[in-house]
């Protein structure tokens, strides 16, 4: 169950919603929701200082006093989930604006925001100590373990069964099953070509193989394979990076001792990552031929050869993007590293101010609704009534005054929608392309500073050797549990004699 802890604000409202609405905590303000309010802080800041205004009479902004009792403002109160893969930064959203109207109903003024900067995933939910109805919130011992019983009884709502899926690959459910259970087409033309790489010249020699096998290969601008008797066609980018025909091809051409005909013309080209992942792979693959290196298989149902192992295949990963964007020095990499760099902060720029741009017209068009809904309405309630004052001071705020505002306001959330969509995909392929980078630069580190096979067999030596360790710990404790206690007598002193004992016992009696 999610921990919740409140804290008291006083007199720094604007600054906790700056900080609550940070557009990199909350993936661009995508985590980010309101009720009775803006979603952005300048606004809803705003929004609560006319409530709280109208039913204290007291400023918002007041200064605090040197002695005496400090009014409080508003709550903040930050609900924290344990480390999960299982919970979604989605997932925890949705919890906690369940969380919000289960504890505090329709009236509150709130403001929701899901931060994911921290390994664990948690809320900061912050509330007007005043609802639009009047109604007074308070921040007590009671009110605390109500609101950790509401927090509770909404997350074993969402006790949903999960299904475990690669979704950074794009994987759909029944292919994960069809993968698992060895069934699927994708996996078996997969291990197919992983098997003919070893042993063939080229890409032309392995597709000669797999058409004598049965497989069918189509060419053009989509290569695609078809396994015999499988209906469909597979494209072979969407077979994974690994399996593209000019990445197939890279494999074949480095595989095991490399050839020094291809290694003669990297050196001519001044490759020289090129050469040295390609020269580690190929001391890596002899070691493990040769039985050296401890088993560290990528796929456990296959057999461990060189092209199953974690480490080849990682190496292997990172010479392909390094041929495939022609990368031929650590200098260029960095170069590379800086530009997709500049290239991602600039879209996470970019991202963050339409979707602040989008908060705003979302809650624009929900004030004009509010409006339309309750101007005309006759014998209005106290709620409806500073809802309507609300919408009427926002619309005025932001220069809202005919149907005609609206129907542009609309118009310009479908353009920031569209947007919002391409850059979430921009910034998805930039963060891997990213990623990747940093690893062939931590590699090439790590290979630069000594013998890299030797460190990275040490490495899992170690591992095996503390596991090792860790086990006899256990073995020892569990022994010594089960085993009755030794006498605390040191060796060098003999133990009293039983006779001893017994007088002493017959004289106490």
């Known amino acids: 169950m999610p921990i919740v802890k409140s804290i008291a604000i006083h007199d720094n409202v604007r600054a906790t919603l700056r900080y609550i609405l940070d557009p990199d905590k909350t993936e661009g303000l995508f985590l980010c929701n309101s009720l009775n309010c803006f979603t952005n802080a300048e606004d809803a800041y705003l929004n609560m200082k006319y409530i709280y205004e109208n039913y204290t009479h007291h400023k918002f902004n007041e200064p605090l006093p040197a002695v005496g009792k400090r009014r409080v403002k508003a709550i903040h109160y930050i ?4 480390p999960d893969p299982n ?45 639009i109805d009047g109604h007074k919130y308070n921040d007590n011992y009671t009110t605390r373990r109500k609101i950790r019983e509401h927090s509770d009884r909404t997350c074993l709502a969402f006790g949903v069964p999960y299904i475990e899926t690669n979704r950074k690959r794009g994987m759909s459910y029944g292919e994960w099953l069809h993968r698992k259970q060895g ?7 997969r291990r197919e070509i992983d098997t003919l790489v070893l042993t063939s010249k080229n890409f032309d020699e392995l597709a000669a193989t797999l058409e004598a096998r049965g497989y069918t290969i189509r060419y053009g601008e989509r290569p695609a394979i078809k396994a015999p008797e499988q209906q469909r066609f597979v494209c072979f980018k969407t077979l994974g990076d690994d399996y593209t025909i000019a990445n197939i091809g890279t494999r074949i051409i ?32 002899k070691s493990i031929v040769d039985g050296s290196k401890k088993e560290n298989k990528r796929e456990e149902k296959l057999p461990y050869l060189p092209h199953n192992d974690r480490d080849v295949y990682q190496l292997g990963a990172q010479l392909a993007l390094i041929n495939r964007l022609k ?47 309750l101007n005309d309405k006759p014998n209005k309630t106290l709620s409806e009534k500073m809802k309507l004052q609300l919408a009427k001071q926002s619309l005025s ?73 860790s086990a006899q710990e256990i073995s020892a404790s569990q022994n010594y549990i089960s085993s009755p206690k030794k006498s605390d007598t040191k060796p060098d002193e003999p133990a009293q004699k039983p006779t001893v004992q017994h007088k002493s016992r017959s004289r106490r009696g």
């Not at 929701?112 to 007007?128: E, R, V």
């Not at 069934?183 to 078996?188: A, G, I, L, V």
């Not at 001792?257 to 693959?285: H, M, P, V, W």
């Not at 970019?350 to 741009?357: A, K, L, Q």
Request: aromatic share 8%; with cysteine; glycine share 4%.
């Open 79 to 82: 609900q924290s989930f344990k």
């Open 183 to 189: 069934t699927s087409w994708k996996e078996k033309i």
């Open 327 to 373: 990368i031929h020095s650590i200098g260029e990499l960095e170069a590379k590293m800086e530009k997709a760099q500049a290239a991602y902060d600039s879209a996470v720029k970019e991202f963050n101010s339409i979707s602040e741009g989008h908060h705003r017209l979302d809650d624009l068009l929900v004030q004009y609704d509010n409006f339309c809904a």
């Open 254 to 285: 480095w595989k095991d001792d490399l050839g020094n005909a291809s290694r003669e013309d990297a050196y001519n080209k001044g490759q020289i990552l090129t050469i040295c992942f390609a020269g580690i792979i190929a001391e890596l693959a």
């Open 397 to 469: 705020r932001h220069g809202v005054k005919t149907p005609e505002d609206a129907r542009q306001l609309e118009l310009q959330k479908r353009e920031y929608d569209d947007r919002i969509v391409e850059l979430k995909r921009e910034i998805e392929v930039k963060t891997n392309l990213l990623n990747a980078f940093k690893e062939i630069s931590d590699t090439y580190n790590d290979i630069s500073q000594g013998d890299y096979i030797s460190k990275l067999m040490k490495s899992e030596q170690e591992i095996e050797a503390q596991r090792r360790a």
């Open 87 to 131: 919970l979604t930064p989605e997932l925890v959203h949705r919890m906690g604006c369940a969380f919000i109207r289960k504890a505090f109903g329709d009236n509150v003024q709130v403001v929701i925001a899901t931060h994911i900067d921290k390994a664990h995933y948690h809320n900061h939910i912050l509330i007007n100590t005043y609802g």
